[in-house]
């Protein structure tokens, strides 16, 4: 059925339903057929005989989809795709590098990871902890990983410059596939990374921190990072470190660097 | 493109589900015409609680999630 019928017919039925029923349809014509919109509102508050004298309005629907491009969305999901298409729309290179150059399980993890790194920047936390509760419902530690990696610039800061410094302009497999193991080990591991959270302890931390210098050691890697975000992670990181450094006379040199006050700690542990 | 919002309740889900010859089963899962538990985008069997988006072509069904909509965004509309 051509849009235009369905629109004629929809708006006939709306207007035998308008006395009746609380039920709500707006149409947004903006001279373009395209951008047409239907709004449908709480079905759910109408009773189930009204919703019986419904049925021309279900069926009318049936056919105007049938044949008909279309997406049908509620408002959250909306919001959210309106999000995701501004960070996309402002990080272009970036996730040119995302499609490029990472396993594609990982690209939506990845811009959700930049969307989250835009609310942080933006101070938004309780929308920050919304997105990574749902990088993780999506895909587990490996969400919750790759959330913390995008929100602390390893994206640009590491993994571009390691494919960087790999692959250069070279199309090179192995070359690729060196980069693709260290960036699994980035990811999977956190290997030379330390986040710090509210649920870890000092004691936990140091130990964690220790482990992660060990292993950095052992793998010829040149420094540890620690990250913590808000006063009280801070103040935990810098504690920790202070330990980890004063029992261990080869760490030759820390340095702190802060970011949007003393709210964003990043310490570099060089070996 | 035909753009559709719908209000976030299971009666206003069921009722365009069933005008797209798809429905809701006991256990709150969206099925096709057959009865069988449709698959969303993230390969998973999708609960209308959870459905946050449906598109035409093959009937594409998305959970309301950043990660499972950016996929959709990436992988259709980019």
Same mark, same amino acid.
């Not at chain 1, 490029?100 to 101070?123: I, Q």
């Not at chain 1, 080990?185 to 921190?209: H, N, P, R, W, Y």
């Not at chain 2, 698959?39 to 959870?50: N, P, Q, T, V």
């Given at each position: 059925?051509?849009?235009?019928?369905?629109? +004629?017919?929809?708006?006939?039925?709306? #207007?035998?339903?308008?006395?009746?029923?609380?039920?709500?349809?707006?149409?947004?014509?903006?001279?373009?057929?395209?951008?047409?919109?239907?709004?449908?509102?709480?079905?759910?508050?109408?009773?189930?005989?009204?919703?019986?004298?419904?049925?021309?309005?279900?069926?009318?629907?049936?056919?105007?989809?049938?044949?008909?491009?279309?997406?049908?969305?509620?408002?959250?999901?909306?919001?959210?795709?309106?999000? =995701?298409?501004?960070?996309?729309?402002?990080?272009?290179?970036?996730?040119?590098?995302?499609?490029?150059?990472?396993?594609?399980?990982?690209?939506?993890?990845?811009?959700?990871?930049?969307?989250?790194?835009?609310?942080?920047?933006?101070?938004?936390?309780?929308? %920050?902890?919304? =997105?990574?509760?749902?990088?993780?419902?999506?895909?587990?530690?490996?969400?919750?990983?790759?959330?913390?990696?995008?929100?602390?610039?390893?994206?640009?800061?590491? =993994?571009?410059? =390691?494919?960087? %410094?790999?692959?250069? +302009?070279?199309?090179?497999?192995?070359?690729?596939?060196?980069?693709?193991?260290?960036?699994?080990?980035?990811?999977?591991?956190?290997?030379?990374?330390?986040?710090?959270?509210?649920?870890?302890?000092?004691?936990?931390?140091?130990?964690?921190?220790?482990?992660?210098?060990?292993?950095?050691?052992?793998?010829?890697?040149?420094?540890?990072?620690?990250?913590?975000?808000?006063?009280?992670? %801070?103040?935990?990181?810098?504690?920790?470190?202070?330990?980890?450094?004063? +029992?261990?006379?080869? #760490?030759?040199?820390?340095?702190?660097?802060? +970011?949007?006050?003393?709210?964003?700690?990043?310490?570099?542990?060089?070996? | 493109?035909?753009?559709?919002?719908?209000?976030?309740?299971?009666?206003?889900?069921?009722? !365009?589900?069933?005008?797209?010859?798809?429905?809701? $089963?006991?256990?709150?899962?969206?099925? $096709?015409?057959?009865?069988?538990? !449709?698959? $969303?985008?993230?390969?998973?069997?999708?609960?209308?609680? $959870?459905?946050?988006?449906?598109?035409?072509?093959?009937?594409?069904? !998305?959970?309301?999630?950043? !990660?499972?909509?950016?996929?959709?965004?990436?992988?259709?509309?980019?």
């Amino acid at each position: 059925m051509p849009l235009d019928v369905f629109f +004629n017919k929809l708006e006939k039925i709306i #207007l035998q339903l308008k006395a009746d029923f609380r039920l709500t349809f707006v149409k947004i014509d903006n001279r373009k057929i395209d951008n047409r919109k239907i709004i449908i509102n709480n079905i759910g508050e109408l009773s189930q005989s009204e919703l019986k004298k419904l049925t021309s309005l279900q069926n009318l629907l049936s056919d105007g989809l049938s044949s008909e491009k279309y997406k049908i969305s509620e408002e959250k999901s909306q919001n959210k795709t309106a999000q =995701i298409q501004k960070t996309a729309a402002r990080n272009p290179k970036i996730l040119e590098f995302i499609i490029e150059y990472l396993p594609p399980k990982d690209h939506s993890l990845w811009l959700s990871g930049l969307s989250l790194r835009e609310k942080s920047k933006a101070g938004k936390q309780e929308e %920050v902890q919304q =997105i990574k509760e749902q990088m993780m419902i999506n895909a587990g530690w490996r969400g919750a990983s790759i959330a913390n990696l995008a929100n602390a610039g390893y994206l640009e800061d590491h =993994i571009m410059e =390691i494919q960087r %410094v790999l692959l250069g +302009n070279t199309d090179n497999n192995s070359a690729h596939q060196k980069f693709l193991s260290i960036y699994e080990e980035i990811v999977d591991e956190q290997s030379f990374i330390v986040f710090v959270g509210a649920t870890k302890d000092g004691e936990d931390l140091i130990t964690e921190i220790e482990n992660k210098v060990k292993r950095t050691r052992e793998a010829a890697r040149e420094c540890v990072y620690i990250h913590a975000i808000g006063r009280s992670n %801070v103040r935990k990181a810098k504690d920790a470190v202070d330990n980890v450094v004063k +029992n261990d006379k080869k #760490l030759c040199e820390e340095s702190i660097a802060f +970011n949007g006050g003393n709210k964003h700690l990043k310490i570099t542990i060089e070996l | 493109m035909l753009n559709i919002t719908i209000f976030n309740n299971i009666a206003t889900k069921k009722f !365009v589900l069933q005008a797209l010859n798809n429905d809701i $089963d006991a256990s709150g899962y969206v099925t $096709d015409k057959l009865g069988n538990r !449709v698959i $969303d985008i993230d390969g998973m069997e999708i609960l209308a609680k $959870d459905l946050g988006m449906l598109s035409s072509g093959s009937k594409i069904f !998305v959970k309301d999630n950043m !990660v499972s909509l950016a996929k959709f965004y990436l992988k259709y509309e980019r």
